[in-house]
């Protein structure tokens, strides 16, 4: 059951649009371009959810008949969460510009439209592999100032460290629909009352749990892990001299594995893998997956790795740069780290 926000009486019914007014009340000198840029994805979400929890009901399942720049079979989810967010964003004068792992290059805001202030880099829909199935996928997003004056924004406004992200979070489309976001002040998790059509605030103040429960990963991938990986995995499955034996739980939706771990405790991972020698850093991206899931996680009293140091540390070269990620119970992640300079060199 969630605690009353201190200053508000427990009967107080937060919506996700007051608590993000009540965010930009600690930026005095703010223009409340983020705010209103929150509204919008808040917005995006209602209408992607409204699709997901309709599923076949809709032509909205299967394949969109082409791949993506990623080499991937686009679902018409996929396609359908982009146009969303886009449309829902292309216009309002809050953005210099996007990236979104649909599309291969920066999207620019078109002309008529005046540019803002901010950079939004998403994944309309993570866990496409899931749609067809009914099982939880999500959409992911992290925002960052422009560094350019001024104009269309650029590659050196959106290749930016995790260390620059001014707010992160992700949708999770499961059995209810939760937004969880963090702007660097700790992270609230909304709920969708579709009765109403509201986000409301569920889980205030999230903080990931000391006792961690389950490790994350796809174990079908072990043949083609480093020793350090695969010696990590032992020692959390109670091996290597660890007392503390923990379950595993994988769902293939980076969202929904990262949102058990987060309310849950332990370790998700996606360790670099000779599987495709085209991925040897692992499967998932840097800029809209392990950098706002790593903020948001980090914000939650947890760690981010890529196996080496911080996700946050890195700044990427290219929109759609894959890194090694680790992310959860800090202790489990450093203990990532630990294995992979002892055993990886
Ligand atoms: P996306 O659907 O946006 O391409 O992301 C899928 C990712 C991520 O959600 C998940 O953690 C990972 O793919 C699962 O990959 P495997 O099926 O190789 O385990
Ligand atoms: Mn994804
Ligand atoms: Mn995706």
Redesign the pocket.
């Known amino acids: 059951m969630s605690q009353p926000i201190p200053s508000l009486p427990a009967s107080a019914v937060m919506t996700i649009e007051r608590h993000i007014l009540m965010e930009q009340s600690r930026f005095p000198d703010s223009s409340g371009s983020l705010t209103n840029l929150l509204y919008d994805l808040a917005l995006a979400a209602k209408l992607i959810a409204s699709r997901t929890q309709r599923g076949a009901l809709t032509d909205i399942l299967g394949s969109a008949g082409h791949d993506n720049v ?1 080499g ?1 079979e686009v679902q018409k989810l996929d396609v359908y969460a982009q146009r969303i967010i886009y449309q829902l964003t292309d216009h309002t004068g809050r953005l210099c510009c996007m990236a979104s ?1 649909e599309e291969k290059e920066i999207i620019p805001i078109p002309d008529p439209y005046p540019t803002g202030d901010y950079v939004l880099v998403f ?1 309309p ?5 899931n749609i067809d199935y009914n099982v939880a996928v999500g959409t992911i997003f992290a925002i960052f100032r422009r560094r350019t004056p001024s104009g269309p924004g650029t590659t050196a406004d959106v290749l930016r460290s995790g260390r620059e992200i001014v707010a992160g979070g992700y949708l999770v489309y499961g059995s209810s629909t939760m937004l969880v976001y963090t702007t660097g002040h700790g992270v609230n998790g909304f709920t969708l009352e579709p009765s109403i059509g509201e986000f409301l605030l569920t889980h205030p103040n999230i903080r990931i749990p000391d006792k961690p429960k389950y490790y994350s990963v ?1 174990q079908g991938n072990e043949k083609y892990w480093t020793e350090g990986v695969r010696r990590y995995t032992r020692w959390l499955q109670g091996e290597e001299g660890n007392t503390r034996a923990l379950g595993l739980r994988y769902i ?4 929904a ?1 990262v949102h058990r771990t987060l309310l849950g405790g332990g370790v998700f991972y ?1 360790p670099a893998d000779a599987k495709d020698p085209q991925k040897p850093q692992g ?2 991206r840097l800029l809209y997956e392990a950098v706002p899931m790593a903020y948001l996680i980090e914000q939650a009293g947890g760690y981010g790795s890529t196996g080496r140091g911080p996700v946050l540390d890195v700044t990427p070269t290219s929109l759609h740069q894959r890194t090694p990620v680790f992310v959860g119970s800090r202790d489990l992640v450093e203990q990532a780290e630990a294995f992979i300079a002892r055993h990886d060199g």
């Open positions: 990623q991937e792992e994944d829909l993570d866990g496409s592999s796809n293939g939706s980076m969202v594995d996606y499967k998932l």
